[in-house]
């Protein structure tokens, strides 16, 4: 990029500044849970169309889903939008709070879309940029579907920022599994009659204990926790139904898969030995690894080293811990990039992300769409750039 496209994107970015500024404090002040994010949908949408966005809605069949697509021609480039706020985190706890920052997402992700579509404008570029919105990232992960879907089937990259206390290029992400495990068994007098009943909550108890077996089994990046939702309501009757919740996370989906197999045998065999009935639900979308391209993170390292922005390492990374993401479902089916900003004191899901994500956090959100924008712009001009993003993906995919 040169340095004339630099200023540009200077300019164009602080020509919208403080409409980003006002989407971010909108969809802070009108909070809402994840598959619910009406008013925030229905406010990304009017504001897109505006700036001659195609806006589809709802999309995959998800209500508060949406794409907006600006450009006829040229390589697809998507940014991911999240608008869900979490439980708990409004006035006295009992409402929904934005403490997680994806109020600052959405903006950072539409300024970036507004900034490309200018300067592609301006220089006759052909591309096609894709606006996502994704709804629902805390609780049911819309990107897994989407993904699985096909809506980003003729992506060339996927860009998402996100805030965080440092400058993070290469953020892990174990692939995750929800399983819902219900037993049902027969009740009967504790007392009277035991011996008719089927005792639900001894198959729970047998499935923890098998599980706690396979721990010692299993390798280090391996995570396996859950809770039980339901154990019986008195002590005097055999339970009759009886559930638990369990996530499993690895890192990698080809070894998760493995994993969450081995916890349906250990479900089954629980069943087998008290006679209970097993059903067993994923109440949650699948998550998958973060696939990350080299080629993808040196081009947003530069425009963030413009930015005087610089990564911890990868080793610094690996200390950290690792949680779950959809993005990670995307990066499976294209070329994808996550990246974590720095907000002094920022920590996701606390009541202090909860003061930061609005106004303090608008500095770094004007630094987030111009190198988003940036990046974008590098990768639609550079065919020897895509080629390169697209080879490494689909060697890292394929080791998968």
């Not at 300067?119 to 699985?148: D, W, Y």
């Not at 610089?310 to 993005?327: K, N, Q, Y």
Request: charged letters at 20%; a negative charge; hydrophobic letters at 40%.
């Amino acid at each position: 990029m040169n340095s004339h496209q630099e200023n540009r994107i200077r300019a164009l970015e602080a020509q919208v500044a403080l409409q980003l500024e006002t989407i971010s404090q909108y969809l802070y002040r009108h909070p809402e849970l994840g598959l619910e994010e009406r008013q925030s949908a229905d406010y990304l949408c009017q504001f897109l169309s505006q700036k001659s966005f195609a806006v589809e809605r709802p999309w995959h069949g998800l209500e508060t889903a949406f794409a907006a697509r600006w450009g006829n021609d040229g390589p697809e480039i998507a940014f991911l939008a999240e608008y869900d706020a979490l439980p708990g985190y409004g006035p006295q706890g009992n409402a929904p709070g934005h403490a997680c920052g994806h109020n600052w997402i959405a903006a950072a992700t539409v300024g970036a879309a507004l900034v490309l579509s200018q300067i592609c404008q301006e220089e006759n570029q052909p591309v096609r940029i894709l606006l996502a919105g994704c709804p629902a990232e805390e609780t049911f992960g819309s990107k897994s579907l989407l993904a699985r879907e096909g809506a980003f089937a003729q992506t060339a990259c996927a860009l998402q920022p996100h805030l965080s206390n440092h400058t993070n290029l290469y953020h892990r992400s174990l692939a995750l599994d929800a399983l819902e495990i219900r037993f049902f068994g027969k009740a009967a007098h504790a007392s009277a009659a035991p011996w008719e009943g089927i005792n639900a909550l001894d198959a729970i108890q047998l499935f923890y204990a098998g599980v706690n077996a396979l721990r010692q089994q299993l390798p280090p990046d391996v995570r396996i926790h859950g809770i039980i939702r339901e154990g019986g309501l008195a002590a005097n009757s055999i339970p009759e139904r009886a559930s638990c919740l369990f996530y499993a996370r690895a890192a990698h989906r080809r070894q998760l898969n493995q994993i969450t197999a081995r916890l349906r045998d250990i479900a089954q065999g629980a069943a087998l030995m008290t006679g209970a009935r097993l059903e067993i639900t994923c109440p949650e979308q699948p998550m998958d690894d973060l696939i990350q391209i080299p080629a993808l993170q040196k081009t947003l390292a530069e425009r963030l080293a413009a930015e005087e922005l610089f990564s911890i390492t990868r080793e610094e990374e690996a200390a950290l811990s690792v949680g779950s993401t959809d993005v990670g479902n995307v990066s499976h089916v294209c070329p994808t990039c996550f990246v974590e900003l720095p907000l002094e004191g920022f920590s996701g899901h606390t009541a202090q992300a909860l003061t930061l994500v609005e106004k303090p956090a608008f500095p770094i959100l004007h630094t987030a769409v111009r190198a988003l924008a940036g990046t974008a712009l590098e990768v639609v001009q550079n065919p020897a750039l895509r080629t390169q993003i697209t080879e490494e993906w689909r060697a890292q995919v394929s080791k998968n």
